[in-house]
Nanobody, 128 residues
Framework: QVQLVESGGGLVQPGGSLRVSCATS????????IGWFRQTPGKEREGVSCVSSSDGSTYYADSVKGRFTIFRDNSKNTVYLQMNNLKPEDTAVYYCAAGRFGSDISVFWGVKSRYNYWGQGTQVTVSS
């Protein structure tokens, strides 16, 4: 079963930074659209960010714009989510997912059902 592997989660103080990673040995991530989602208990999994495979375009939820950055390192077959100025409300389990979109990526990147492969998640806790 194809699986993505997230890493890099942990405990950080408000205002701090953390970088989470998404990797797999099953396929080349550069050929897939990669999304980051997050989920807290009792809430729906929400889209945080996405990077396109076609032109490298990036997309962000309004709540993280200007603080989070998604980027690829193709030499390591890894996609990262750099999170700066973290807030307690960013506390969640963070998941990466891989899919293939067409020209509708800007509209549907945050829709969970559009992704084919998921990781198990990594916990990010923002607390003093």
């Amino acid at each position: 079963q194809v699986q993505l592997v997230e890493s890099g989660g942990g405990l950080v103080q408000p205002g701090g930074s953390l970088r989470v990673s998404c990797a797999t040995s099953a396929f080349t991530l550069n050929y897939r659209d990669i999304g980051w989602f997050r989920q807290t208990p009792g809430k729906e999994r929400e889209g945080v960010s996405c990077v396109s495979s076609s032109d490298g375009s990036t997309y962000y939820a309004d709540s993280v714009k200007g603080r989070f950055t998604i980027f690829r390192d193709n030499s390591k077959n890894t996609v990262y989510l750099q999170m700066n100025n973290l807030k307690p409300e960013d506390t969640a389990v963070y998941y990466c997912a891989a899919g293939r979109f067409g020209s509708d990526i800007s509209v549907f990147w945050g829709v969970k059902s559009r992704y084919n492969y998921w990781g198990q998640g990594t916990q990010v806790t923002v607390s003093s």
